[in-house]
């Protein structure tokens, strides 16, 4: 039986009336769009590299064991991708409208989890592709896999032939019942010999040793979290209903302010968020304290090299702390480096995969309850929900038709009303926010605002180098030194209009 992983189970779990749990995408290529058919044709043609499309969830009776899945033998392709379009102009905002109202509302839980929208009509002959699949089918990275198996490289590629396809015979309630009881009396045994941190006594010891230290070197950075006071205005109930907004910024000014200042790109990406994070308490008159942050959940991917491929989730998280009661921009990214450089020693995300393994034989039953409460917990512990997604640097095609930008879709749950999903692709960065209705009506402020805090950033990472510049040229004029070939300041981002940043209000149903 093809059981889902506690992981995913937790995901499928936490699915309610006003949280559905898809992760979710807004692809836009160049024109002419195709027709309705040939991406069907298309589709089902990839179909066989991607079984888990044709599959639904199962839940075992009286939750004896976690769901499984098993093929759907009344699957219709022609329920899943689904074709509309937007009214002359087919406008940006046209577009966000349209994807807010199709990411706001749930998918069907007796089917398989996924749906993509063709969506025809818009501006400079464009067209758009919006997808949606369950968190439980696939994270983050994972969906870059599934995004290059679906799409294509070449602009000439051909595809296979559509497939007959028969689904397998599902399981009987008595057998998954049987099975699930004899899968929980032997299941952690196996998992106990299966989990990284105890397959060799050996290495049993050296991880307890290192999770030792780990949980040393972490309680004190839990402790100073436990005390520091967070924005709760941004935290309440989650309504049925969401804004979307997005903006966007260029990977090499990303890259021009961690030469400038140290640190990562991701540590620069969390700085700009922070900003606007802060713009939108400042315009509330919410911002009180210099020591205030927004405490924002990263997940982090521990995917291993050979998992790649896999649609299951492989994923942990660390929570940050945002700044965003620094007035200084470089402060609060040497802030926030300094945290993530902390979780980096403390090792945390290494140490998900024996967590990760160990969970898979926790009863279904407490699993569940465990899930809720720990959404409930986050809406105390977190105000945000903040997760990086690199996707392909090369061009990738539908139908010979090349995709020109993508922004990503992250679920909201448990009183953290706010998520922001960050993919890369080709040299953009583009921000998606997902928004409660209610608890964000001016999510354009905190959209606008992390398109300022890039620029702000760029400024001075600009100034900063313009200085070492003189600073160098100064000195090799004091000691006769000749001076080397002069380096270059960050480049200026040609001028443009600035990305819309203007939200979507999402009807969820």
């Not at 089902?44 to 899945?69: A, D, I, N």
């Not at 940006?92 to 929208?117: C, S, T």
Request: hydrophobic letters at 40%; one cysteine or more; proline letters at 7%.
């Amino acid at each position: 039986m093809d059981r889902m992983s506690a992981l995913d189970a937790g995901f499928f779990y936490a699915e309610s009336e006003n949280t559905p749990m898809h992760v979710g995408s807004v692809a836009v290529f160049d024109g002419p769009a195709p027709t309705y058919g040939d991406v069907v044709r298309l589709i089902l043609s990839k179909l066989p590299k991607v079984p888990r499309y044709r599959q639904r969830v199962r839940p075992v009776p009286m939750q004896l064991g976690r769901p499984l899945w098993v093929d759907d033998p009344h699957f219709q392709i022609l329920y899943h991708v689904r074709h509309t379009a937007v009214p002359h102009p087919g406008s940006d905002e046209q577009l966000r409208n349209l994807a807010g109202r199709v990411l706001g509302q749930r998918l069907d839980m007796a089917k398989p989890l996924w749906e993509l929208w063709l969506v025809e009509g818009l501006a400079e002959d464009r067209w758009a592709l919006i997808s949606k699949v369950h968190h439980c089918m696939v994270d983050g990275v994972a969906g870059t896999d599934l995004m290059q198996l679906m799409f294509d490289l070449d602009p000439e590629a051909t595809h296979e032939a559509v497939q007959d396809w028969t689904p397998r015979r599902s399981p009987s309630t008595l057998e998954i019942m049987a099975g699930s009881v004899s899968e929980s009396l032997t299941n952690p045994v196996q998992q106990l010999a299966n989990a990284p941190a105890i397959g060799s006594p050996v290495r049993m010891v050296k991880e307890l040793a290192a999770s030792g230290r780990t949980l040393a070197q972490t309680v004190p950075s839990l402790a100073k979290q436990a005390i520091t006071p967070t924005a709760r205005s941004l935290n309440g109930p989650i309504g049925p209903h969401r804004r979307w907004a997005w903006t966007e910024g260029k990977f090499e000014e990303f890259k021009a302010v961690r030469t400038a200042f140290g640190g990562t790109v991701n540590d620069v990406v969390l700085t700009a968020i922070t900003s606007g994070f802060r713009d939108l308490l400042k315009s509330r008159g919410e911002l009180s304290s210099e020591k205030l942050v927004v405490r924002s959940m990263v997940p982090v991917s521990v995917r291993r090299e050979d998992q790649k491929g896999s649609l299951n989730n492989q994923v942990s998280a660390v929570f940050v702390d945002l700044p965003v009661g620094l007035s200084d921009p470089v402060a609060r990214l040497t802030s926030i480096r300094g945290q993530m450089d902390e979780y980096k020693r403390a090792m945390q995300a290494v140490d998900a995969n024996s967590i990760i393994s160990m969970g898979n034989f926790v009863a279904p039953t407490l699993l569940s309850m465990g899930v809720r409460a720990a959404l409930q917990a986050g809406q105390m512990w977190c105000q945000a929900v903040t997760t990086n997604v690199p996707g392909p640097r090369v061009p990738l095609y539908v139908l010979g038709k090349r995709m020109v930008s993508a922004t990503a879709y992250v679920p909201i749950a448990g009183g953290t009303r706010c998520s922001i999903g960050i993919f890369s692709y080709l040299n953009t960065m583009t921000f998606g926010i997902n928004a409660d209705f209610d608890g964000y009506p001016d999510v354009d402020v905190l959209s606008g605002g992390i398109r300022r805090g890039i620029e702000e950033l760029l400024t001075l990472a600009r100034r900063h180098t313009e200085e070492e510049i003189r600073a160098e040229a100064e000195a090799d004029a004091a000691t006769g030194r000749t001076p080397p070939p002069p380096r270059k300041a960050p480049a200026k981002r040609a001028a443009k209009k600035a990305p819309a940043t203007k939200a979507s209000p999402a009807a969820a149903r």
